[in-house]
């Protein structure tokens, strides 16, 4: 298919999803750069090989998975036409993203608990890569709440119908990607050692 063709309005259309796939493309190359850095840097002599995962990071697992189930559910429930159920899945969303955060900050404070700390004496090298990558992870989350924010916002304003959802589909789009990419980190970090 020629990119070029088609109507103003259509090329604008796959503008934006490029532009979206081309910043989530680059994230992925980010997370990948860390999480080689994190395999490079296990063999370290003072490398904490026993780390347990905070039980908050697995709630917030469950958690992200649900919400994501609650975004598609609102996908189609707006191109049933049903307004109101959409709206309680949107909100939905936010709240599980919102919650999302919480538990992974309460993560955090279990591994203070632990007397792991991100820098000072008290910190160790794995700590320290678990927490950027979380706190990362974390700012990517926020970015999915600010467009499903703008997404609830539109919705309320009945910018959204069947065949015309570009902002919906390229927040979820988003909101996806961040789930699937806690998904990878989550499972990176459980299981590599």
Excluded at 67 to 73: F, G, P
Excluded at 145 to 169: D, P, R, S, T, W
Excluded at 175 to 183: E, G, N, P, R, T
């Amino acid at each position: 298919m020629d990119l070029t063709q088609g109507t103003p309005e259509q090329k604008k259309v796959r503008a934006k999803k490029m532009m979206l796939w081309f910043g989530i493309i680059s994230l992925i190359m980010s997370f990948a750069a860390i999480t080689s850095a994190f395999i490079v840097s296990s063999s370290r002599d003072d490398w904490l090989a026993d780390f347990q995962l905070p039980q908050a990071f697995t709630i917030s697992t469950i958690i992200i998975v649900i919400s994501s189930i609650a975004l598609l559910l609102a996908k189609r429930s707006l191109n049933s036409g049903n307004r109101s159920v959409t709206t309680a899945f949107l909100i939905l969303t936010f709240v599980l993203g919102i919650t999302f955060i919480i538990s992974q900050v309460q993560g955090f404070n279990q591994i203070v608990a632990s007397g792991y700390y991100f820098t000072g004496e008290s910190s160790n090298v794995t700590m320290s890569y678990i927490y950027v990558i979380a706190a990362l992870h974390i700012l990517h989350v926020i970015a999915g709440l600010i467009a499903l924010v703008v997404v609830i916002y539109n919705h309320f304003k009945q910018k959204y119908q069947a065949g015309q959802m570009l902002g919906f589909e390229l927040a979820s789009t988003f909101w996806h990607f961040v789930d699937i990419l806690w998904l990878y980190l989550f499972f990176f970090l459980y299981f590599f050692r």
